[in-house]
RNA sequence: GGCCCCGUAGCUCAACGGAUAGAGCGAUCCCCUCCUAAGGGAUAGGUUGCAGGUUCAAGUCCUGCCGGGGUCACCA
């Protein structure tokens, strides 16, 4: 494979060097060289790359860290790819890479053009990612729509760095809340038939529910409208949770989403599944019968020591045991929910990834005890908690209430802004910080919105690229690559380059931590790069992309175009389309 | 009260345990006969909430405080 990753080359070279030292009896044999990093630094004056192999070795080995690193640069200096190679500050040892090196990988990411910044730190291992898992009773709101985004641009990512990704969502089809659907589509059942709809406190009022009055009525005709609840519960409840899963699955459609499996809660009951994760924790002694404490401090006003029958959490890091039983002896959410991530483990993920919403935090450790017990410490289970989204318009916040009938769904933010803005705003922060999205400011084109930045610089890729085109250029991917990219030696131009060149890099530390947000980040610092060097163009008419020297022209776009490529991968990684043109 | 998350420039936020903590907005100033200025550059702005600790190295890890948010047994 050709060079991809030019931060893993060097730190092969420079692990390789080590060695060499320990040969030549100048390192003690058997270091461990795990933590001997090689990364871009933050000074440039500092170098292309500094590597802090001296002071990590230093105490294991003896000796000052300023005789390692003077050693090792003696070493580095001799390789053909590196121009020189200083020791600075407490140990640091910082390179600089020979131009060509860096005008090759424009040939290199030419070549490779969407493979550039794939990765095999996944080894085709298996993941798992649970995420949305929104409630069946009603369409996708906006609360959903980060967690969406971000599930599915995490899954995006982790394929892309050679994880064997699979997207799950989890069908919470089993409790009390779809009883409260099926009677609420019971009563636009009726409604369907002329009769006057009761909608008592605590059913859903949405009109969404209409059509499935509707569908019922096609379905069953009036032979439900005189009979008892728990005549037609069950059916009405199957019927109107599929009608609300048909919805769901168009809206995550219209954002780009696309589940793998989709999982019901329901359908663990009366399979014995949920009774066999129990009986595998029993097995270790994890569930037990007994009466928890009240919660410390504050203790509920209707208290009252009750018997249930418990998971031993604590065992695994919990702060209390957890039932998994009510009092009447049904299980509560927790127990299939135990048997659903036993079911994950059983079917072979290496890894497991569940997208909550904030206000499940306290779910998590329970969960992850849960999973540490079933795998027997074997599948890590990472919970990503997806913090509020704070919707403004007209430069106010704008408050959702059901009531007023002011309720923003998936649908109302994809039709007004659109997916690939949407997708891209939901990026733009951690995601456990709380982000703002301003129906007004995200369709701004400005440099204040960071899609429009993004996409513009795209668009001015592609604007070369046309202008190339009609001058009678070849501008093929293939062709650009073989131009004579010893040309590309101003500073300015290396440092667009060394921008690309930390792609894989990036692709690589996002997929670790699974923070998707860092591809959006990158591509806000990629295309300031390339708007900057844009602009120097308007005062150094050599720094232009279009040349009269096709030669040096042809060098310059292929420079270009390989930011485009970068800008689409990124993209892709997010699921928003790139614009070629601004309009 | 217990647990979880957050606290970084006036504002909104970045920063795989690395060097002199970075962007954008706002402020002051500058750059359009030239590939889209829908952009760019410069200046000012900081005890990373506080106090300890671990480390060659801490915004980052640990402990304790302070402040904000979330959550807290038979809801999902």
Known sequence: MPRM????EIRTLVTAELGAMTEAGDLPAGLDLS?????????????????????????????????????????????????????????FLNLRLRPAVWQGMVATILQAGDAYGRSTIGAGQKVNVEFVSANPTGPMHVGHVRGAVVGDALARLLAYAGWNVTREYYINDGGAQVDVLARSAFERYREAHGLEPEIREGLYPGDYLIPVGEALKEKYGDSLLDKGEQYWLSDVREFATEMMMQMIREDLAA??????????????????????????????????????????????????????????????????????KKSDGSWTYFAPDIAYHYDKVTRGFDQLIDIFGADHGGYVKRMKAAVAALSAGRV???????????????????????????????????????????????????????????????????????????QYANARINSVLRKAREQGMDVADGTLATADLDRLDHPAEIALIAKLAEWPRLVEIAARTNEPHRVAFYLHELASELHGLWNRGNDEAGLRFLQDDPVVSQAKIALARAVGVVICAGLGILGVTPVEEMR
């Open 380 to 454: 890590p289970l990472d919970i990503k908690l997806i913090q509020l989204v704070k919707l403004w318009k007209n430069g106010e916040p704008f408050k959702m209430s059901k009531r007023a009938g002011t309720y923003v769904t998936l649908r109302d933010v994809v039709e007004q802004v659109g997916a690939d803005v949407t997708r891209f705003v939901m990026l733009t922060r951690k995601n456990d910080a709380a982000l703002d999205f301003d129906f007004d400011k995200v369709l701004e084109q400005s440099k204040e919105n960071p899609v429009f930045y993004v």
């Open 255 to 324: 954002l780009g989403v696309e589940m793998d499996v989709y999982s019901s809660e329901k359908a663990l009951y009366g399979t014995g599944k949920i009774e066999a994760a129990l009986d595998r924790l029993q097995e270790m002694d994890l569930i037990y019968e007994g009466v928890l404490e009240p919660p410390k401090g504050k203790t509920p006003e209707d208290w009252e020591p009750r018997e249930q029958t418990l998971f031993r959490s604590t065992a695994h890091g919990d702060d209390v045991d957890r039932p998994v």
């Open 35 to 91: 933590a001997v990093a090689v990364e871009p630094p933050r000074d440039p004056a500092h170098g292309d790359m500094s590597t802090n192999a001296a002071m990590v070795l230093a105490k294991p080995s003896g000796k000052p860290p300023r005789a390692i690193a003077e050693a090792l640069a003696t070493r580095l200096a001799a390789d053909p790819r590196i121009s020189s190679a200083e020791v600075a500050g407490p140990g």
């Open 5 to 8: 990753n030019l931060f893993t």
